[in-house]
């Protein structure tokens, strides 16, 4: 059976969790936007710009809160390291490959229905 390598699964885990934690941590950019406006103090900037930056905020906090976008990829991996693997969960692949994924990894594993424990978390 050909599977992946488990420093690749590794690598193609943390490179998906870099890039989730990326987007979450972009809501609080928008968010701090709309409060540098309000901190402004002045009525005229206020009201110009504080429903316009606010609906963008809104708008994009949507977008950005979901994981949907990621989970035909990471549905994918972890198919292939079943079925190429021969194993029967992503934890006896974890075990075999001697590799720990970061807990984005995982939230996002388990949300395309493959859940990983904590031992296979790492810190």
Do not use: C
Not at 23 to 40: E, N, P, S, T
Not at 75 to 102: C, K, M, S, W
Request: aromatic content about 10%; hydrophobic content about 45%; proline content about 2%.
């Amino acid at each position: 059976m050909a599977v992946i390598q488990g420093s690749d699964y590794s690598e193609i885990a943390q490179a998906y969790a870099d890039s989730r934690d990326s987007i979450l941590g972009g809501k609080q950019g928008l968010y701090d936007a709309v409060y540098l406006v309000v901190l402004l103090n002045v009525i005229k900037p206020e009201v110009d710009l504080l429903s316009t930056f606010w609906d963008t905020y809104q708008v994009q906090l949507d977008t950005l809160n979901t994981s949907t976008l990621f989970l035909s990829a990471v549905r994918a991996l972890n198919q292939h390291v079943l079925i190429e693997g021969g194993f029967a969960t992503i934890d006896a692949y974890l075990l075999a490959a001697g590799i720990t994924v970061p807990q984005t990894w995982a939230d996002l594993s388990a949300s395309a229905g493959y859940t990983i424990s904590d031992t296979y978390i790492s810190g």
